[in-house]
C-alpha cells in the first residue's frame, strides 16, 4: 500500500484537532505553548506534502516549511521567556490567575 496525498491530509487533520484541542482545553501554558506547536507542526506537514504531491516546484513548500520552523522557534523562545518572568511574579503558570495585565 502505498501512502498517497490523503494519507497526509489525515495526519493533518488529526494534528490540528489535537492542537485547537489543546488550546481550547488546557489552563497551563506550556500546554498551550505545546498545542501551538502542535499546530504548525500539523501546517509544516502539510506543506510537505503538497510539495511533494503537487505539480509545484518541491522546493516552495519545503521552504516555507523551514520558514515556519524558525518562526515555531522565535515563538517558542519567546513564550518560555514570558512564562518565566510571569511566574517570578505569581508563582504559578495557570491562565487564570493571568486576567489582569497589572503586576
Avoid: P, W
Amino acid at each position: 500500500m502505498e501512502l498517497g496525498l490523503v494519507h497526509y491530509l489525515i495526519l493533518v487533520a488529526i494534528l490540528f484537532c489535537i492542537g485547537i484541542l489543546g488550546l481550547i482545553i488546557s489552563r497551563n501554558i506550556v500546554k498551550i505553548l505545546i498545542s501551538i506547536e502542535i499546530l504548525l507542526n500539523a501546517v509544516n506537514i502539510n506543506f510537505a506534502a503538497f510539495a511533494n504531491f503537487g505539480d509545484l516546484d518541491e522546493a516552495k513548500g519545503q521552504v516555507f516549511a523551514i520558514f515556519i520552523m524558525a518562526i515555531a522557534a522565535a515563538e517558542i523562545a519567546l513564550g518560555l521567556a514570558i512564562l518565566i518572568a510571569c511566574y517570578n511574579n505569581r508563582h504559578s503558570i495557570d491562565i487564570e490567575d493571568y486576567t489582569s495585565l497589572k503586576s
